[in-house]
């Protein structure tokens, strides 16, 4: 099997993943009442299955040799789930493989030309993100605190 097939076929598993555990948790989360509690916390990982995990990985799998953009998008959530895992001193059986196959996708794919784009930075549009970013990463802080183990 050479390379862009065993991406086609990574990345294929990967989104089918994605989209039928975010359709489990969303009619998880809407007919079992234990979940009532956990409302939020269902549409946020639906959300970040369904919308930012699938088409990345539909995209990769259906051109793998222009694949950089989605793998770099797909990398990002990935770095995110980890980060959440280390936060929470809990290791995710769901989230963990998705993260890891996304590894594997940047160690076999054929170019890493153009993960970066070309040009300048935006020093406002970081310094925008950062200052956005405080406020969220002081509800994910609250939020690990939550599912730390005791």
Same mark, same amino acid.
């Given at each position: 099997?050479?390379?862009?097939?065993?991406?086609?076929?990574?990345?294929?598993?990967?989104?089918?993943?994605?989209?039928?555990?975010?359709?489990?948790?969303?009619?998880?989360?809407?007919?079992?009442?234990?979940?009532?509690?956990?409302?939020?916390?269902?549409? +946020?990982?639906?959300?970040?299955? #369904? =919308?930012? &995990?699938?088409?990345? $990985? *539909?995209?990769?799998? /259906?051109?793998?040799?222009?694949?950089?953009?989605?793998?770099?998008?797909?990398?990002?959530?990935?770095?995110?789930?980890?980060?959440?895992?280390?936060?929470?001193?809990?290791?995710?059986?769901?989230?963990?493989?998705?993260?890891?196959? +996304?590894?594997?996708?940047?160690? #076999? =794919?054929? &170019?890493?030309?153009? $993960? *970066?784009?070309?040009? /300048?930075?935006?020093?406002?549009?970081?310094?925008?993100?950062?200052?956005?970013?405080?406020?969220?990463?002081?509800?994910?802080?609250?939020?690990?605190?939550?599912?730390?183990?005791?």
């Amino acid at each position: 099997m050479n390379r862009l097939t065993a991406m086609r076929v990574i990345a294929w598993i990967m989104a089918a993943s994605a989209v039928a555990f975010g359709l489990f948790t969303i009619v998880f989360g809407i007919v079992s009442p234990e979940q009532e509690i956990h409302a939020i916390h269902n549409v +946020v990982v639906a959300s970040l299955l #369904i =919308v930012l &995990s699938a088409p990345p $990985a *539909v995209a990769v799998a /259906r051109a793998p040799d222009r694949s950089i953009r989605p793998l770099a998008m797909l990398g990002t959530v990935a770095i995110a789930s980890l980060a959440t895992m280390a936060l929470s001193l809990t290791l995710d059986p769901f989230t963990l493989p998705f993260a890891l196959l +996304v590894g594997v996708l940047w160690a #076999i =794919v054929p &170019s890493r030309e153009g $993960a *970066v784009p070309a040009g /300048r930075p935006s020093w406002l549009m970081l310094v925008m993100v950062v200052l956005a970013a405080v406020p969220l990463v002081l509800y994910a802080l609250s939020q690990a605190e939550l599912h730390r183990p005791d």
